[in-house]
Every structure is written in structure tokens, then in C-alpha cells.
């Protein structure tokens, strides 16, 4: 296959054609997907994301893996939903140490008509202070999705998790066809669209693929695709699930990127179990997005000198939003370093 035609759009994907991208060589599988990655992205290059959990456990849904669920104890502190000001305010900080886009992520199985009004506030003030807005409410309707477009919000997160056969075993309280139907309410309203899935939930392989060739063979492929290492919470049914094998899981970067060329591949959850050379093999597969500065909802997420030094070691540089210049970007970082141990830039989710 040539370069060019390994890296056209497709939404055809089938699952013996992902399963032979997986099966590659290791090293062919990386040169292939390094190859397509420049073809679209400055591979040093990396866009740095905060998350916020604006409002934390007792969750109705019952995902598996999911230390925010009612359904399991882990002893997670409830929270009700934060107020607009302290939401804003992090979303300062988070930009004060870099951050392009702000993330807001609410324990719901949908927005209630009584926090709408807040949430759409959020949006309009975190998207006043220059940042991109991203969020993740659980199911939306279609006139929930047109406020919040019209709120200004740029990206709607709502994850597949897996493959539609693999499903039934992790989540009981939504449909696959239910995240679908939200997904497509998302595209409409004029969003742009982060989904993807998480890994070490006990699939298979073919699972792996499948959750894939659900996202590339959306009708548009999502501009954001997290990948996940499942995060082993105490007291969560998944709790004692084994490892991935961590070349599994950069495999499944690599084919995603192969898969969807032109979207953020977000080296996502888990990534504080990685050493930093697994971290490098991530990028050096396409991952090309990470979250950092804030605690990941409501697992850990390796502090942000760290990631920065990694960064500096590597020779990546954070991604710039357009309208940012550079050099001011990058200054932000520099300070970052320097400040970040003002523990008033951590916002603890599970404080
Ligand atoms: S993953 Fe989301 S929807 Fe599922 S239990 Fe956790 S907070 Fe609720």
C-alpha cells in the first residue's frame, strides 16, 4: 500500500482489513502509522487538554469500569455540581499553564432541565476566556445539543467504550444505539465530536478492531479519539482485570491512527501507569493529544512538570491554537514549570 492511499479517508472499514493492520510486525505497523501521521500532523507537535470534573459520582448509568457509578463503593466523594465561578476560575489556571481546550465532565446519565442553565454558562465563560470548550454530559437531546452549540461549545465528548458485541458486558444501562443516536445529534448541532474507548476490560482483539471500525466508519470521522487503559479501581467489577500487554495498547494507537489520519489520537486514562518510554512509543504511533494539569476526572494524571520535561526530552512542542501565537504559548509553558507547584492550579476532583 502507498503512503498516500494508507492515509486517505475511509469510512469502509472492515474487520478482517483492521485485523491485518493489527497483526503487522510491530516495527512495520509503527513505520505505517508514523508515515501517515506526518502525512497530516507536525509529528513533534502534541495538544495539551485540562479536565475538570464539574460534578463527581453517584452515577445512575452502571459502566464497569467506572469508580463514579452509583451502582459500585469506592469511596468516592459525591459532589453536586460546582459552581459557574470555580469552574471558570480553573479554566484561568488551566490556560495559565498552557492548556488550549477545557474539558468539563459531569457523572450523569443526562443534563437535567434544572442545570442546563449552568452548564451553558460554563461553556460561554470558559469560551470567553479563549479557550476551546469541550464537555461530556452522558446522553443529550436534540434540543440540549443545539443550546450548548449555540452556547459556543466546541467539542461534545461521548465515548463507544468498545465494540457494539463487547458492550452488553461492560454497560447495561444505556444502548450502544443510544450513544450512536447522541453522537449524530452532536455532528448536527455542528459540533466537533471526541469518541473512543478503553482498553483492558477484558475484550478481544476483534473487539479492539470493532470499537475502531465503529468511529472510522462514522459518517465524518471524530476530530478527537481518546484511547484508554482501563485505570483498575477498588470496589468497580473490573477492578481485577488483567494488564493489556503494553505493545497491545500501542498497537491500538497505531491502527488508530492509520484508521482516522486527520484526528487528534488522545493518549488518554491510564497514562500515569506508563513510563515515559511507553509514553514516546505512543507519539512515535500517532498519538498526538494528552490531558494534563488537572486530576483526570477522578483518577490520577501524571503532574504537569512532568509531562513538560518529557516533552522538552522528546523535542515536542505543545500544539498552538490557531489564533495563539507561538512563542506566547510556549512562554506560558516555560512559566508553567516554574509555577506549577502553586498547588491552586490542581484542582482535586475527588477532594
Ligand atoms: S462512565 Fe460516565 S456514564 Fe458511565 S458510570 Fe461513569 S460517569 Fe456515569
Same mark, same amino acid.
Given at each position: ?16 482489513? #483492521?485485523? /491485518? ?10 513505520? &505505517? ?15 495539551? $487538554?485540562?479536565?475538570?470534573? =464539574? ?19 469506592? @469511596? ?19 490556560? /495559565? =499553564? ?7 465532565? /459531569? ?17 460561554? @465563560? ?31 465528548? &461521548? ?11 461492560? +454497560? ?20 466537533? =465530536?471526541?469518541?473512543? @474507548? +478503553? ?20 459518517? *465524518? &470521522? ?27 495498547? +500501542?498497537?491500538?494507537? /497505531? #491502527? ?11 493518549? $488518554? ?20 493529544? +494528552? ?23 522528546? @523535542? =515536542? ?5 490557531? *489564533?495563539?501565537?507561538?512563542?506566547? &504559548?510556549?512562554?506560558?509553558? *516555560? ?17
Amino acid at each position: 500500500m502507498s503512503a498516500t492511499s494508507a492515509s486517505a479517508l475511509r469510512h469502509d472499514w472492515s474487520l478482517d482489513e #483492521v485485523k /491485518a493492520l493489527f497483526e503487522q510486525p510491530f516495527n512495520d505497523l509503527l513505520f &505505517h502509522a508514523q508515515t501517515v501521521h506526518r502525512q497530516h500532523f507536525d509529528a513533534n507537535r502534541v495538544q495539551v $487538554s485540562t479536565l475538570l470534573s =464539574i460534578k463527581t459520582g453517584a452515577c445512575p448509568e452502571d459502566c464497569k469500569y467506572c469508580p463514579q457509578s452509583g451502582h459500585y463503593n469506592t @469511596g468516592l466523594d459525591k459532589e453536586k455540581l460546582m459552581e459557574v465561578e470555580k469552574v471558570l476560575q480553573a479554566a484561568a489556571d488551566a490556560k /495559565a =499553564i498552557g492548556s488550549t481546550r477545557f474539558c468539563m465532565g /459531569a457523572a450523569w446519565k443526562h443534563p437535567s432541565a434544572k442545570d442546563m442553565p449552568y452548564v451553558l454558562k460554563m461553556v460561554e @465563560g470558559v469560551k470567553a476566556l479563549g479557550l476551546e470548550t469541550c464537555m461530556t454530559l452522558g446522553k443529550l437531546d436534540q434540543e440540549q445539543t443545539r443550546a450548548l452549540a449555540e452556547a459556543g461549545l466546541d467539542y461534545y465528548n &461521548h465515548n463507544l467504550d468498545t465494540s457494539p458485541e463487547f458492550y452488553g458486558n461492560i +454497560i447495561t444501562t444505556r444502548t450502544y444505539a443510544d450513544r450512536l443516536e447522541t453522537l449524530s445529534y452532536v455532528r448536527d448541532a455542528g459540533m466537533k =465530536i471526541c469518541s473512543g @474507548g +478503553i482498553l483492558g476490560m477484558g475484550e478481544s482483539l476483534n473487539d479492539r478492531a470493532g470499537l475502531l471500525i465503529q468511529l472510522a466508519n462514522l459518517p *465524518e &470521522h471524530p476530530e478527537s479519539v481518546p484511547i484508554n487503559m482501563l485505570v483498575k479501581v477498588k470496589g468497580t467489577p473490573l477492578a481485577d482485570e488483567q494488564d493489556v500487554d503494553p505493545f497491545d495498547f +500501542i498497537r491500538m494507537l /497505531a #491502527v488508530a491512527r492509520i484508521m482516522m489520519p486527520k484526528s487528534h489520537v488522545r493518549l $488518554s486514562a491510564g497514562r500515569e501507569q506508563m513510563n515515559e518510554q511507553m509514553q514516546a512509543l505512543a507519539f512515535f504511533a500517532g498519538a498526538n493529544s +494528552i490531558f494534563y494539569g488537572e486530576k483526570l476526572l477522578t483518577t490520577g494524571n501524571p503532574q504537569a512538570d512532568k509531562d513538560m520535561l518529557l516533552f522538552k526530552r522528546l @523535542g =515536542i512542542q505543545p500544539e498552538a491554537r490557531e *489564533e495563539h501565537d507561538d512563542e506566547v &504559548h510556549q512562554a506560558a509553558i *516555560e512559566q508553567a514549570l516554574v509555577e506549577q507547584r502553586d498547588s491552586k492550579l490542581f484542582y482535586d476532583a475527588t477532594a
